[in-house]
């Protein structure tokens, strides 16, 4: 069975930092994509960030390229998204989630659906 624990959330002003983690197990596609989701207020789910568990290949939404950072240790089974420069806009809640490589066309994308996810972990940016 698949377990997605995120943690790292929490209130932090404008321009901040944070890093989210995520660590998982039960994870038995030999080659999968780690993502990360995120749901504000009022929004509809918004994919933010993939990783290919193969090459270790990234992709990024628009929204966060530049000032996220997607990473996994794979000894600690744990996926990294690492957040610079916040804005109130990326106030949300923040889920991991993984899908089968091979049900994803073979190539990871930050705006793929997922197989399994997170309770997610909530961040908030103040102004």
């Known amino acids: 069975q698949v377990q997605l624990m995120e943690s790292g959330g929490g209130s932090v002003q404008a321009g901040g930092s944070l890093r989210l983690s995520c660590v998982a197990s039960?994870?038995?596609?030999?080659?999968?994509?780690m993502l990360w989701y995120r749901q504000g207020p009022g929004k509809g789910p918004e994919g933010i960030a993939s990783?290919?568990?193969?090459?270790?290949?990234?992709t990024y939404a628009i929204s966060v390229k530049g000032r996220f950072v997607i990473s996994r240790d794979n000894a600690k089974n744990t996926l990294w998204l690492q957040m610079d420069s916040l804005e109130p806009e990326d106030t949300a809640m923040y889920y991991c989630?993984?899908?089968?490589?091979?049900?994803?066309?073979?190539?990871?994308?930050?705006?793929?659906?997922?197989?399994?996810r997170g309770q997610g972990t909530q961040v908030t940016v103040s102004s």
């Open positions: 989630a993984v899908e089968d490589w091979v049900t994803s066309s073979n190539y990871c994308h930050y705006d793929d659906a997922y197989d399994h």
């Open positions: 039960g994870i038995t596609y030999g080659r999968y994509c």
């Open positions: 990783l290919d568990s193969g090459d270790d290949s990234t």
